[in-house]
């Protein structure tokens, strides 16, 4: 399985930016970003396909965040502006089975283990 580490969590104020990284080992497919808010089901934020020809955003992140892949880096970003209070949770990183990253989560056969983004009012 491939090893995905995520970086860039933190405490940030509302209508700040963060922005999180996603290392990992070996070749992957689609990519995406999910996310865990306190009491709440993991949901899915964003995703890339693996040639970046195609991305996916949530309802609630679309427009604020950017998802973009480098491959000869092994890495994966989302870059999140404008954030909200209803943004804090502990995002994960995810590698998908598929070219294309999609919005199942069991479609992902690796994850990370999770970096914490706060956004206090």
């Known amino acids: 399985q491939v090893q995905l580490v995520e970086s860039g969590g933190g405490l940030v104020q509302a209508g700040g930016s963060l922005r999180l990284s996603c290392t990992h080992s070996?070749?992957?497919?689609?990519m995406g970003w999910f996310r865990q808010a306190p009491g709440k089901e993991r949901e899915f934020v964003a995703g890339?396909?693996?040639?970046?020809?195609?991305?996916d955003y949530s309802l609630s992140t679309k427009d604020r965040f950017t998802i973009s892949r480098d491959n000869s880096k092994n890495t994966v970003t989302l870059q999140m502006d404008s954030l909200k209070p209803e943004d804090t949770a502990v995002y994960y990183c995810?590698?998908?089975?598929?070219?294309?990253?999609?919005?199942?989560?069991?479609?992902?056969?690796?994850w990370g283990q999770g970096t914490r983004v706060t956004v206090s009012s």
């Open positions: 070996g070749d992957t497919l689609g």
């Open positions: 995810a590698s998908s089975r598929w070219y294309h990253a999609t919005r199942t989560e069991r479609d992902y056969n690796s």
């Open positions: 890339i396909s693996w040639g970046a020809d195609k991305i």
